[in-house]
């Protein structure tokens, strides 16, 4: 076909002139060019202190595609809902047990509760419950000196909508006595708050 006669055959540029003049002694040198004639490779020689140049198209790959940087996600705690407690010397005149002090932390929930009764083989206990009273657990505080006890309560890792409640009961030979938060009872939510212990102190 026409077209395919009209075509030219790249070639390559002549030998050096010694090759050509045949000299014996000169090796000979082939250098490649395109269908213009022009050489097809440059060489250029770099110094170990001049800078790389980067074409702009490769950094912007470059950066797209770079991982990116790990992020840190806060761990929900428990915190109280109820206000701290106050003047529980009072509280404990009026209904014989009170909460005095409360320390929780991601999986515990400790307290000291301050006791007014004459009989001193009286049972304080905590009442609790972490699915909204469908079931509670009654766990037995222990007596300290000054008319006190201690409880501890483990706390499950459970969902962050998930709440903790309790209330403290007093068993003696006078009664049956409650501090539950005036009838609200003392909750605990997960949230984010402050990541180390939460502690609320009698005043």
Same mark, same amino acid.
């Given at each position: 076909?026409?077209?395919?006669? =009209?075509?030219?055959r ?9 090759? !050509? ?8 040198r ?9 050489? #097809? ?7 170990t ?6 074409? /702009? ?22 915190l ?6 106050a ?16 320390h929780?932390?991601?999986?515990e929930?400790?307290?000291?509760v ?17 699915n ?5 657990? =009654?766990? @037995? ?12 309560? !483990?706390?499950? @890792? #459970? ?8 209330? #403290? ?28 212990? /939460?502690? #609320?102190?009698?005043?």
């Amino acid at each position: 076909m026409r077209f395919m006669r =009209d075509r030219r055959r790249a070639r390559s540029l002549p030998a050096c002139t010694a090759s !050509l003049l045949g000299d014996g002694g000169a090796r000979k040198r082939v250098q490649f060019a395109d269908t213009l004639g022009l050489s #097809l490779a440059d060489v250029k020689h770099f110094n170990t202190t001049d800078e790389p140049l980067v074409p /702009h198209a490769v950094l912007s790959r470059h950066r797209r595609f770079q991982a990116p940087a790990p992020q840190t996600h806060a761990q929900p705690v428990l915190l109280p809902c109820f206000p701290e407690p106050a003047d529980a010397q009072r509280r404990a005149r009026e209904q014989r047990v009170a909460l005095e002090k409360v320390h929780v932390t991601q999986f515990e929930v400790r307290g000291q509760v301050l006791t007014r009764t004459e009989d001193a083989r009286a049972l304080v206990f905590i009442r609790y419950t972490f699915n909204e009273w469908l079931s509670h657990v =009654d766990a @037995p505080a222990v007596r300290v000196p000054n008319g006190r006890f201690t409880f501890s309560v !483990l706390v499950p @890792p #459970l969902w962050s909508a998930s709440a903790v409640h309790f209330a #403290l009961g007093l068993r003696s030979a006078e009664g049956e006595f409650w501090d539950n938060n005036e009838g609200r009872n003392f909750s605990f939510r997960y949230g984010y708050g402050r990541p180390h212990a /939460h502690a #609320l102190r009698d005043t």
